[in-house]
């Protein structure tokens, strides 16, 4: 036996020395190491090894397998290394121009967002952008024939009326409560479609983030606080607000946060927010005689316009380098 390993070890030795490409390691695996291997036989005939012997032919047997196997590993690096140095490739060359890229100014408006409202202790979730009309309109108190869901007419999927491309982030509110217990303060960002007149402040698609902080002891000032803490943190102290009363299915009362530049003489309407209907807490499966909660929703391209000072929305999809590398 001893005698048998010792000879299987040249062959090893031999076979593996003369391996060319990988199909060959393959098969030097197949020869000598699956189950009815060369050298798995070996380890069968330990059986008839006398019990003295075991000790020593075992130990002789396992360094034959190592070996084979370590040289299985060694010529797959090897071979990887060829492939990755392909020969049609000249490494003398010198290499391509450093690329410098950076973050879409909604991409960076939405992580600054995200920064500053778990600073004020939300956390953050997301919900689909293909949502049921469920989600999107009834739960959040929007009657089957309201005019209010006219205002957010949406692209609904073909052959199943059903399911819509969500005109907002509220039903995403619906979602969280659905499946956490107050307190609640979530933020949720995420892309918007309305069937929308397209001008320099609306698109078809866009982006918002909404809020929705639910606990025993909620106000009005509460929510008013926080959404201007939240602007005076992005753009500075400098800046004027503007809270008008407005309609919203989902919130009552509801109003919209108008923001100005100092020097500016046009208002931009920025959030629409309010405290929560009772009817929308009672939808996502919490006592409303319990629990109260303000929700906001902010359109992050219109943030994105105030802080850059783009004055066409539409820019900020053009994606020209030049309008977009100067942020
Ligand atoms: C809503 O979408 C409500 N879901 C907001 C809300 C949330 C109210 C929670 C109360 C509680 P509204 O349609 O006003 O509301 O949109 C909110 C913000 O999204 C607007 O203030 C604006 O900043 C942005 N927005 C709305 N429509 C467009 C559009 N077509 N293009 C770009 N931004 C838009």
Request: with cysteine; proline share 5%.
């Amino acid at each position: 036996m001893k005698e048998e390993i010792q000879l299987l070890l040249e062959e090893v030795k031999k076979k593996t020395a003369s391996i060319i490409s990988k199909d060959m390691i393959e098969d030097f695996r197949l020869e000598y190491l699956v189950k009815k291997g060369k050298i798995t036989n070996l380890f069968t005939k330990m059986r008839d090894v006398p019990k003295e012997l075991k000790k020593e032919i075992g130990k002789d047997l396992n360094e034959l397998r190592k070996f084979a196997e370590e040289s299985i590993l060694e010529l797959n690096d090897k071979f990887e290394l060829q492939e990755d140095t392909n020969p049609g490739i000249d490494l003398s060359l010198n290499g391509r121009k450093k690329r410098s890229g950076s973050s879409h100014p909604i991409s960076i408006t939405i992580s600054k967002m995200i920064e500053i409202f778990t600073e004020m202790g939300f956390e953050v979730a997301e919900g689909t952008e293909i949502e049921d009309s469920y989600h999107n309109f009834d739960s959040l108190n929007f009657p089957p024939d309201h005019p209010a869901r006219d205002m957010q007419d949406t692209f609904f999927i073909k052959d199943d009326r059903d399911l819509v491309l969500r005109t907002h982030t509220s039903p995403v509110q619906i979602r969280v409560m659905e499946n956490s217990k107050p307190p609640i303060r979530t933020i949720m960002p995420g892309r918007v479609y309305r069937n929308e007149a397209i001008d320099s402040t609306h698109l078809a698609e866009f982006h918002q983030v909404e809020g929705l902080y639910i606990d025993k002891d909620v106000n009005l000032a509460e929510l008013k606080a926080t959404m201007i803490t939240f602007a005076k943190k992005l753009y500075g102290d400098n800046l004027e607000f503007r809270f008008r009363p407005s309609f919203f299915p989902f919130t009552e009362p509801s109003a919209e946060l108008d923001i100005r530049k100092p020097g500016s003489d046009s208002w931009m309407e920025v959030a629409g927010c309010g405290m929560v209907h009772p009817k929308v807490l009672e939808a996502g499966g919490i006592n409303s005689e319990e629990y109260i909660g303000y929700a906001f929703g902010f359109g992050i391209e219109r943030i994105t316009m105030l802080k850059t000072g783009i004055d066409d929305i539409r820019l900020l999809y053009e994606n020209d380098v030049r309008v977009i590398g100067q942020f």
